[in-house]
């Protein structure tokens, strides 16, 4: 079964970290491009982070630029988000979501986790 | 950057066909890509590349897009369709997502 697993959400006070992780089985995760998104209570969807397959290419949202870090080891079948400098705004669910190959579209979503910035 | 544009709301009696649309500065020049959720769980791929459907998502799933805008087209909806929908597309090396839109089937 192709099965995404976030990991690694909880409280913590503004200006903090968090890493997060999405474990993925049921595919050839090197062949992928994975993506973040996240979805803050009530709110709608937001993208947050793209990596290619390889690693080599990555794109970041602005409201995250300078203060998040995607990667990922193909040889764990993971992929990370290192959240640095958290605010308060950075409150959501945080999902993790495969590229459908050539496509752009996010085929495959974790249950996602969820992140509380607070004092 | 790159706006989307959603009706918050969408209303459809139980049978008939809802339209929920997305607007955006000539969009029908980008892959648009939909997306349903239900309250409590994760997004699920609904329409990919402007009209196609993923396995498993059922024909009365269909997408149109030109111009302006796109549209998403659920016929004979049912109960189990009411959640809220999100169009999506890349614009210079971003993801965009719409606002999206709430169904309510009646």
């Known amino acids: 079964e192709v099965q995404l697993v976030e990991s690694g959400g909880g409280l913590v006070q503004p200006g903090g970290s968090l890493r997060l992780s999405c474990a993925a089985s049921g595919f050839t995760f090197s062949s992928y491009e994975m993506n973040w998104v996240r979805q803050a209570p009530g709110k709608g969807l937001e993208w947050v982070s793209y990596?290619?397959?390889?690693?080599?290419?990555?794109y970041y949202a602005d409201s995250v630029k300078g203060r998040f870090t995607i990667s990922r080891d193909n040889a764990k079948n993971s992929l990370y988000l290192q959240m640095n400098s958290l605010r308060a705004e950075d409150t959501a669910v945080y999902y993790c979501?495969?590229?459908?190959?050539?496509?752009?579209?996010?085929?495959?979503w974790g249950q996602g986790t969820m992140v509380t910035v607070s004092s | 950057s790159y706006e989307l544009t959603q009706p918050l709301s969408v209303s459809v009696a139980l049978g008939q066909t809802a339209r929920i649309t997305c607007g955006g500065n000539?969009?029908?020049?980008?892959?648009v890509h939909w997306y349903q959720q239900k309250p409590g769980q994760a997004p699920v791929l609904v329409i990919y590349r402007d009209s196609n459907r993923p396995s498993g998502i059922p024909e009365r799933f269909s997408g149109s897009n030109s111009g302006n805008t796109a549209t998403l087209t659920i016929s004979r909806a049912q109960a189990g369709d009411e959640a809220d929908y999100y169009c999506q597309v890349w614009d210079s090396s971003t993801a965009v997502f719409g606002g999206g839109t709430k169904l309510t089937v009646l």
């Open positions: 000539n969009i029908g020049s980008k892959n």
């Open positions: 990596i290619s397959s390889s690693g080599s290419t990555i």
């Open positions: 979501a495969r590229g459908k190959a050539m496509v752009g579209a996010f085929d495959i």
